[in-house]
């Protein structure tokens, strides 16, 4: 497993440096390039573009220009923030526990509901309540977040006054961990819909091809308990084709998460990530993106580790 491992860590050094490749010439292809903001900005003369062109290096080659972000990026160093005069790297870890905590918290919240609406529905199948599971699970595949967060912050924040319209504390308040909880509900739901919709129908399908197989009808015959047939030997088993799902459904959390943080106002990456687009603030955008890719590729060498720890029958050799 430890040389298995180790081959697929380097195997995805030439990956991230490709993603990197892509990224940086992307940026500089957009309109206006890496100094967008100042193009339009009142007063601006083409000797001051000029000057702060050379300022930044952006006067040399780009390819110059890349192998020295490259190196830098490397040590963790993504440039200053155009608009804070800040090390954007510095701005992006600043926000990254919000983010994480918005994340986990609606990822525990999805494995939990998906797991048991998932195998309710496999073993409850065609009933009632499989069909209501359905068509909630659809609802959820349609709807888009923007709309979702939009109507839920309309109608329990503006209308029934339950919950607060946006951020992480009550302003002015000390800390308290039910205010923060209070203030982490909506942006948790919304966050978790989509995936709990999607990833419960994988959990059904999987559970429906596992308790049919002959070992289940022989366990039953031999008498086992129907809660231990189902949550012992059939989830596990089930478990398999759905790990790989749920771990990079993990991942792209992060990419969810910029929109649920600009409608909640959650203090979070994503919330940062929309700024910087806003603002055309090109060392804050890359850094956010670079560490958004590099979380993605490690999830897909996880979710095979996982594979292989789960399924005793896969040798990494």
């Known amino acids: ?160 006054h339950w919950f607060p319209a946006g951020g992480m504390a009550t302003a002015g308040a000390a800390f308290s961990l039910g205010d923060r909880l209070w203030h982490l509900i909506l942006p948790m739901l919304v966050l978790a819909f989509y995936t709990l919709a999607s990833e419960s129908r994988y959990v059904r399908s999987s559970m429906l091809d596992v308790i049919h197989q002959d070992y289940i009808r022989t366990a039953r015959a031999k008498g086992v308990g129907e809660g231990r047939v189902i949550w012992r030997h059939a989830l596990r088993n089930a478990l398999l084709p759905v790990v790989t799902v749920m771990v990079m459904d993990a991942a792209y959390l992060f990419g969810g998460a910029l929109i649920t943080e600009t409608i909640f106002s959650w203090p979070g990456m994503g919330r940062l990530f929309i700024q910087a687009i806003l603002q055309s603030d090109y060392p804050v955008l890359m850094a956010v993106v670079s560490f958004l890719s590099v979380v993605i590729v490690l999830a897909n060498i996880l979710a095979d580790v996982l594979y292989g720890l789960l399924d005793p029958r896969i040798q990494y050799s």
């Open 1 to 160: 497993m430890g040389v298995f491992v180790v081959r697929r860590l380097a195997q995805a050094v030439p990956v991230i440096f490709l993603i990197s490749l892509l990224l940086f010439f992307m940026m500089h292809a957009m309109p206006g390039g890496p100094l967008a903001m100042y193009v339009h900005q009142p007063g601006i003369t083409k000797a001051m573009l000029e000057q702060i062109r050379i300022d930044y290096g952006l006067n040399q080659g780009l390819w110059t220009q890349y192998v020295d972000w490259l190196g830098k990026a490397v040590r963790g160093d993504f440039g200053y923030s155009y608009v804070y005069a800040q090390p954007a790297a510095g701005m992006m870890l600043q926000r990254l526990p919000a983010t994480l905590e918005l994340m986990l918290s609606s990822f525990l919240i999805t494995v939990l509901c998906s797991f048991l609406l998932g195998v309710y529905s496999a073993v409850r199948q065609y009933s009632f309540g499989d069909y209501l599971i359905t068509v909630v699970s659809y609802f959820g595949f349609s709807m888009p977040t923007f709309w979702l967060g939009l109507m839920v912050l309309i109608l329990f924040s503006v209308h029934l």
